[in-house]
Structures are given as structure tokens and as C-alpha cells.
């Protein structure tokens, strides 16, 4: 390989570099805290823990619960990777399934699920879609290009700037119009 010979991306990273623009165009970390909650809600009350020669059942009478409470958390992080426009359905009822699941679901999982699903409901609700970088370099509204203060419009205002309709010059005095 000459050094005139340009280096080509590898499949990982071409992979990578995809990857990473999915997952930055969606609540992806909030879908991935409220899939991670569902695990604990659903695993303890079905898990037999070991201490010694003594087995712990965690079973409880909600069992039920606690897995249609998991399972709903898991489907709602699912849907918050593929289906970004239900963001906000999905974070509010992830943080109502996290509320349930704390006398449901043995304290919501040890209160690991619980604070996940909050916390990724949280996010879910709060996260909002970035905007596409602009092609062009930025054009801005200032009027003095030339180094001289910009000729003020006839009346007072200065037109490309006052875009409320609230300038003295046109009677409005502060006030708008209906």
C-alpha cells in the first residue's frame, strides 16, 4: 500500500457509523432504560434465590402483574427504537407502569426496575427530534455589511428587523394588532 493509496473504512465501522446515525435520529437510550426496567419487574417474583442450603421463594400472589407490567415495559422500549412519533405515549406510560409495579411487583423490581423505567419515561417524554444541519453557511440579518450603520426605513422602523408590527412608527405603540 503506497501513501497515495486512501485508507478505506472498514465494514465495522461503516456498520458503526450507521448504527450511530439511527440511533441519534430516536429516544434510543430511553427505550434501551425502559426495556432494561421490565427485566427486574418481570424476573423476581418468579426467581428462587439460593442462600446456603436455604431457598428464598419470591413468588407473590401478583405474579400475573408483574409480568404483564415487564412485558408492557419491554414492548414500550421497543416501540420508542422503531416508532419514534409515540414518544410521549410511550414515556407516560412507562412512568404509570413504573408507579403500578411498586406494590404490584415486589417494590418494582427491588426498585431497580422501578427507577429504569422512570428514569427512561423520563427521557422519553423530554426527548425531541434534531433539526437537519443547515447546507449552506449561515446568512445573518444584520444590515451594517458595509461597516455603516444601516439606513433606518422611512418612519423609523427598520424593516427586515421588526417583523412584530409593534413599532411606534406604525401606531401601534407596543401593542398588537388583531
Not at 412519533?85 to 417494590?107: W, Y
Not at 429504569?116 to 427530534?129: D, E, N, Q, R, T
Not at 444541519?133 to 458595509?146: F, H, M
Request: hydrophobic residues 50%; without cysteine.
Amino acid at each position: 500500500m503506497s501513501a497515495e493509496t486512501p485508507a478505506t473504512r472498514s465494514q465495522f465501522t461503516d456498520k458503526r457509523l450507521l448504527f450511530r446515525a439511527w440511533r441519534g435520529s430516536r429516544p434510543f437510550w430511553a427505550g434501551l432504560f425502559i426495556l432494561l426496567g421490565g427485566i427486574p419487574i418481570i424476573y423476581f417474583p418468579y426467581a428462587n434465590l439460593q442462600i446456603g442450603h436455604l431457598t428464598l421463594a419470591m413468588a407473590t400472589t401478583a405474579g400475573a402483574g408483574s409480568l404483564i407490567i415487564g412485558v408492557l415495559l419491554i414492548v414500550l422500549g421497543i416501540s420508542l427504537w422503531f416508532q419514534k412519533h409515540v414518544r410521549v405515549f410511550a414515556g407516560v406510560a412507562a412512568i404509570l407502569l413504573a408507579l403500578v409495579s411498586i406494590p404490584v411487583a415486589n417494590l418494582g423490581g427491588f426498585v431497580v426496575g422501578f427507577l429504569l423505567a422512570l428514569f427512561g419515561g423520563a427521557m422519553a417524554v423530554s426527548w425531541a427530534p434534531g433539526e437537519e444541519p443547515a447546507a449552506g453557511p449561515a446568512k445573518t440579518d444584520r444590515t451594517d455589511e458595509g461597516g455603516a450603520p444601516g439606513a433606518m426605513a422611512a418612519g423609523g422602523a427598520n424593516e427586515p428587523n421588526d417583523l412584530s408590527g409593534t413599532s411606534p412608527s406604525n401606531g401601534a405603540n407596543g401593542r398588537h394588532r388583531a
